[in-house]
């Protein structure tokens, strides 16, 4: 069900030293305990250096404001400024007024699911999690999907037309300059595969951060699949194996399944391929297929570009 609220699968959690940091707007910490301590290893690589375009993203995602120890409730908002001077990171807040706040120990009671430390509620810093917060806090029952989806809402960019073919810098004569990027729960794939788009002059479309307009899934694949080119993202967020057997495997989203074989008959195979990015299981019956591995070494992106290129993009 959360797949038609939020694909967000990244949160920040601030832990304040006392309840009285969290009466304003604006809060101070060591840069050093800024996406480094509870955070892994991945996400502390792309996010401690705190650049634009990591600050960028961080303050799309939502955050936990909380109070060592918890004697307080945790707050639940955004940020809206982030500046670094020196060894001292400021940033400016916001708790988000559609959203109730969660009672006192709901941290420690989410500990597995959010991969709270052991002694993480006992230190001032600020972690970012790789984990899908809505879907925790709604599977705990701290906020009901109605709750997520109205606040949501209200931070829903402003409706994308649907892509039309017209002539353009990045793309071949007629080829539109959308890509559009099926996902499962890896943030940082989802995060990377976009990162590198813009970057080729080209617009990337993640499905959820499109306006819904009153449409079901299956219509907002249809409404915003009028793109030039599509990119499939397996990742291991399920796993699965076959009746009778011991040993399961890693295997992508059955939306991502679904989407990839859809962009296929839409587009054609040429304009679309799959990054595999861990040991994930891939379909049998998709063959014929590009399947790319997203290496950390980062060849994977020469590779899309080729892809790209072949497809008639001046990329």
């Not at 949501?152 to 810098?169: D, F, G, I, T, W």
């Not at 307009?213 to 009028?226: A, C, F, P, R, W």
């Not at 030039?228 to 495997?249: H, K, M, P, Q, V």
């Not at 379909?283 to 297929?289: E, R, W």
């Amino acid at each position: 069900m959360l797949l038609t609220i939020a694909g967000a699968t990244v949160f920040n959690l601030l832990i304040a030293y006392v309840d009285s940091e969290w009466d304003g707007t604006d809060w101070e910490v060591e840069r050093s305990r800024v996406a480094v301590e509870y955070t892994a290893e991945a996400v502390s690589e792309r996010y401690r250096d705190l650049s634009e375009a990591a600050v960028a993203e961080l303050k799309s995602f939502p955050c936990l404001f909380a109070v060592e120890h918890e004697p307080v409730p945790t707050r639940i908002g955004y940020l809206t400024d982030v500046a670094v001077s020196g060894e001292r990171v400021a940033i400016k807040f916001e708790f988000d007024p559609n959203l109730p706040a969660l009672p006192s120990g709901a941290l420690n009671d989410m500990r597995s699911e959010i991969e709270l430390g052991k002694l993480e509620l006992y230190r001032t810093h600020w972690a970012v999690k790789d984990q899908p917060l809505w879907e925790i806090l709604i599977d705990k029952g701290y906020l009901t999907p109605e709750q997520v989806s109205a606040a949501l809402k209200v931070r829903s960019p402003a409706p994308m037309p649907l892509p039309v073919a017209e002539s353009n810098p990045s793309g071949a004569e007629g080829l539109p300059r959308e890509v559009f990027i099926v996902h499962g729960q890896d943030e940082i794939a989802k995060l990377d595969a976009a990162s590198f788009i813009q970057s080729l002059g080209l617009v990337p479309i993640i499905l959820h951060q499109q306006a819904s307009l009153g449409m079901t899934i299956i219509e907002k694949i249809e409404h915003y699949t009028n793109v030039g080119y599509g990119i499939a993202l397996y990742t291991e967020c399920d796993e699965g194996r076959r009746r009778g057997e011991l040993n399961s495997r890693y295997r992508a989203r059955q939306n991502v399944v679904f989407e990839h074989g859809y962009l296929i008959a839409r587009l054609g195979r040429k304009r679309v391929a799959a990054m595999v990015k861990g040991h994930v299981e891939t379909p049998n019956d998709i063959s014929g297929v590009v399947y790319v591995s997203m290496d950390d070494g980062g060849s994977w992106k020469d590779t899309i570009r080729l892809e790209l290129k072949q497809a008639g993009y001046n990329v």
